[in-house]
């Protein structure tokens, strides 16, 4: 019995040319936001036998239940119940039935028979969310809305009103009443969101709004602001991003408690002159405009902005002509742009520096009172920051061409995130680790053949050291280094680890250690006891053979391991001891005996393949968690049903698929994928496709699941390349016949 009031779901991106003028087109599904229906009501209270049921339409209509005063009818007076602040409740005595009640000394209470749990549900969901509002409060955002409900009108105490993306016109028809024009007759209201509905003008009867303090009308296609809004003398928040605007009128000037305009993403040139005039404002917001140029000389007419956003233009160069300092400006954000060089000097007490994104070769900036430096992604070979900047605690200057750390770097003394990964730095100071505040080093990438050879004691907590090429860390890193819990020197050249102890007594805390592509072996194993708090533990492709139970047994508190790519034939036993390791991975080595993981309560994935694995040995039940295991690779390991049928419960679990054979006798090595196709009735067709090399000649083991009727039909085709690559593939079995479109071979 429910229906909708005017409100239509429409995918964002299907859109026809009317859509796009603000009509949505209707494709069936639709959104309830806003709900009415035919249902038995009953006013008062409910045990009171003189108040009986009828058949009533009722309405939920923004903040209101409005309910008609005439059984089965539309027509006649509507009773309104505001619901903010009342209560929504479930009624137990009765099938499907809901109290409505209002808020306040007189309130009234309504009861509502729905006809079914589905509609039932959805009023109790959307009066809820009503009832739980603010007082003056409605939000019709995203409710595909073409007008302004008529009801929405009963509450004209409104103050913040919320249409966001909507299609909602100027004038929707001659007929109507319920034109944006309408919004006038809130007298109260202080807040007005309207972005996002393509309005194409800017909606003049807003102006009239006297209470109004904030409005947002981004992403309405708006090509011009009228004068007229220079008399909106209350508004504070003025939102224009996401328009085509290229100018400001200057009568905004007249908007003295202006404090916060928005000009992102429109079209601008140039820093509109009236927003001199705005002192009440202190950030100046235009990225993703069309400046080429940044003229300072405006910026230094505007002694009241501290922070400016560029980001996102096309700037190329400031010019600064006769400019001495720019005091005032403590941000600033020029990400995303042209720049080749840029000397920020003339911003002397900036705080927040962001340029990445560029194209720098060279930066310049001062250091008095600099906090923050972000310079990644540029072709950085020279950066400057005068003085020593005492107060930097975050910089990030990555992914630029940068062969030395700048010596100020390390009389930075509060420095505590530096990042300088993805250089071409070949050597890192001694001073920088002797920097009490350095909490977190990255250094990656680079091109380090050593580290520091005798450290004296450092606070870092994260150091990043993979891909590099480093022989060995220094002898005394994890002596000294109390405070580490993170280490990454994968991809290096190592062949041994520093101990972390001297005696049996450890105090380290480190929880994460990756050392994936060293030349590691069996002799670093035993050092690993030396951090009992390990948590996670990369060491895959490296040369370790074996794995010692002991040591195993020590490291408890492990969650997550990889040793894949090395030539280990078991995992120890005592990783039963790990309970709450969640993740096991080592494939690509020589493992014959399957590990004890299944014991492991928390387990959720194994990864076991490309072994020599022939049998495995599982447990009555399967972990709770496990979510994962691969056992392709594993050409010996034969599984009889009763397993498979196990193992089919997981809900990702890898084997390759059975084969017959060659004609020697050995077993064919399988690549094997899937293909998916339309099907028919719009129901997924999946294809399960084998085959054992990619010759000529070869056989290829075909599983087609008809999407419509679920059923799994296999053929065994003798086919050549051209064969698999076609594009279409027809047979037909019991005079049925199936199709696949379109098959994307995946070789292993």
């Known amino acids: 019995m429910s229906e909708e009031v005017s409100l239509k779901r429409v995918h964002p991106w299907n859109f026809t040319e009317e859509e796009f003028r603000g009509k949505p087109h209707s494709i069936g599904s639709s959104e309830r936001i806003q709900l009415s229906g035919m249902y038995n009501v009953r006013k008062g209270k409910i045990h009171l036998p003189v108040n009986r049921w009828t058949r009533r339409q009722a309405i939920l209509c923004g903040t209101c239940l409005i309910v008609s005063s005439v059984k089965e009818s539309q027509t006649g007076k509507m009773h309104v119940l505001p619901l903010i602040g009342g209560?929504?409740?479930?009624?137990?005595?009765?099938?499907?039935?809901?109290?409505?009640?209002?808020?306040?000394?007189?309130?009234?209470?309504?009861?509502?028979?729905?006809?079914?749990?589905?509609?039932?549900?959805?009023?109790?969901?959307?009066?809820?969310?009503?009832?739980?509002?603010?007082?003056?409060?409605?939000?019709?955002?995203?409710?595909?809305l073409e007008h302004l409900p008529a009801n929405l009108f009963y509450s004209q105490d409104l103050t913040h009103l919320n249409l966001k993306q909507n299609f909602l016109k100027l004038n929707p028809s001659p007929s109507t009443s319920r034109a944006l024009s309408e919004l006038q007759r809130f007298t109260k209201l202080k807040s007005l969101n309207l972005s996002n509905n393509n309005l194409g003008e800017f909606p003049l009867a807003v102006c009239s709004i006297p209470t109004l303090t904030e409005l947002n009308v981004s992403c309405n296609a708006l090509r011009s602001v009228p004068a007229v809004v220079g008399e909106m003398h209350n508004l504070q928040t003025f939102l224009l991003d996401g328009n085509f605007l290229q100018s400001l009128p200057d009568e905004l000037e007249h908007m003295h408690q202006l404090s916060y305009v928005s000009l992102s993403f429109n079209e601008f040139t140039d820093i509109p002159g009236v927003l001199e005039k705005l002192t009440a404002m202190d950030k100046l917001c235009m990225s993703g405009n069309c400046m080429d140029t940044l003229n300072l000389q405006v910026l230094k007419r505007m002694p009241h902005i501290k922070h400016v956003d560029l980001r996102l233009n096309s700037i190329r160069r400031l010019e600064a002509d006769e400019i001495d300092f720019l005091h005032h400006v403590t941000q600033l954000d020029l990400r995303d742009n042209k720049l080749g060089e840029l000397d920020a000097t003339v911003f002397n007490n900036v705080e927040v520096l962001h340029c990445e994104r560029n194209q720098l070769v060279t930066l310049k900036t001062s250091g008095y009172f600099l906090k923050a430096l972000y310079a990644s992604s540029n072709e950085l070979v020279h950066l400057d920051v005068h003085p020593v900047p005492n107060y930097l605690t975050y910089m990030d200057i990555s992914r630029n061409h940068l062969e030395n750390l700048p010596e100020w770097v390390c009389d930075s003394r509060k420095l505590e995130v530096l990042d300088v990964g993805h250089n071409r730095i070949s050597e890192l100071p001694a001073r920088l680790f002797y920097n009490s505040s350095l909490r977190k080093l990255l250094a990656g990438h680079n091109l380090l053949g050593r580290l520091p050879d005798r450290l004296e004691r450092t606070q870092v907590e994260v150091l990043d050291v993979q891909?590099?090429?480093?022989?060995?860390?220094?002898?005394?890193?994890?002596?000294?280094?109390?405070?580490?819990?993170?280490?990454?020197?994968?991809?290096?050249?190592?062949?041994?680890?520093?101990?972390?102890?001297?005696?049996?007594?450890?105090?380290s805390?480190?929880?994460?250690?990756?050392?994936?592509?060293?030349?590691?072996?069996?002799?670093?194993?035993?050092?690993?006891?030396?951090?009992?708090?390990?948590?996670?533990?990369?060491?895959?492709?490296?040369?370790?053979?074996?794995?010692?139970?002991?040591?195993?047994?020590?490291?408890?508190?492990?969650?997550?391991?990889?040793?894949s790519g090395n030539k280990l034939k078991?995992?120890?036993?005592?990783?039963?001891?790990?309970?709450?390791?969640?993740?096991?991975?080592?494939?690509?080595?020589?493992?014959?005996?399957?590990?004890?993981?299944m014991q492991l309560s928390e387990i959720k994935c194994v990864d076991l393949s490309c072994n020599e694995l022939s049998e495995i040995t599982l447990p009555e039940n399967l972990p709770p968690k496990l979510q994962e295991l691969d056992l392709t690779g594993n050409p010996r390991l034969a599984l009889d049903h009763k397993t498979l049928e196990l193992l089919n419960n997981i809900r990702c679990f890898k084997i390759d698929q059975p084969s017959a054979g060659d004609a020697s006798g050995a077993p064919a090595v399988w690549s094997h994928g899937y293909t998916e196709a339309s099907g028919v009735k719009n129901k997924l067709c999946v294809a399960a496709l084998s085959a054992n090399n990619f010759c000529d000649?070869?056989?290829?083991?075909?599983?087609?699941?008809?999407?419509?009727?679920?059923?799994?039909?296999?053929?065994?085709?003798?086919?050549?390349?051209?064969?698999?690559?076609?594009?279409?593939?027809?047979?037909?079995?019991?005079?049925?016949?199936?199709?696949?479109?379109?098959?994307?071979?995946?070789?292993?």
């Not at 074996?546 to 990889?562: G, H, N, R, T, V």
């Open 570 to 597: 078991a995992i120890p036993t005592t990783i039963m001891n790990c309970r709450r390791m969640h993740t096991v991975i080592a494939h690509s080595n020589c493992i014959e005996v399957f590990p004890e993981v």
């Open 87 to 144: 209560k929504v409740e479930e009624v137990k005595k009765h099938q499907h039935c809901l109290a409505f009640s209002s808020s306040g000394p007189q309130s009234q209470t309504y009861y509502i028979c729905f006809d079914n749990f589905t509609e039932y549900l959805r009023w109790l969901r959307q009066a809820s969310k009503v009832a739980s509002q603010r007082i003056s409060s409605v939000d019709l955002s995203c409710c595909s």
């Open 697 to 748: 000649n070869r056989e290829a083991l075909y599983g087609v699941f008809d999407g419509d009727r679920n059923v799994e039909v296999p053929y065994l085709l003798q086919c050549t390349m051209s064969d698999i690559l076609a594009e279409e593939l027809q047979k037909t079995k019991n005079e049925e016949e199936y199709m696949i479109n379109t098959f994307i071979v995946m070789q292993r």
């Open 509 to 563: 805390i480190l929880q994460e250690l990756y050392l994936t592509n060293n030349n590691l072996t069996d002799k670093c194993v035993p050092l690993l006891t030396g951090h009992p708090h390990l948590k996670i533990l990369h060491m895959a492709y490296n040369r370790l053979q074996s794995f010692p139970a002991s040591k195993m047994a020590k490291l408890e508190e492990l969650e997550e391991i990889d040793i």
């Open 467 to 507: 891909h590099n090429q480093l022989l060995e860390l220094p002898s005394n890193l994890l002596l000294k280094a109390d405070s580490l819990r993170f280490l990454n020197a994968s991809a290096n050249k190592l062949e041994m680890l520093p101990p972390a102890t001297l005696s049996e007594e450890t105090h």
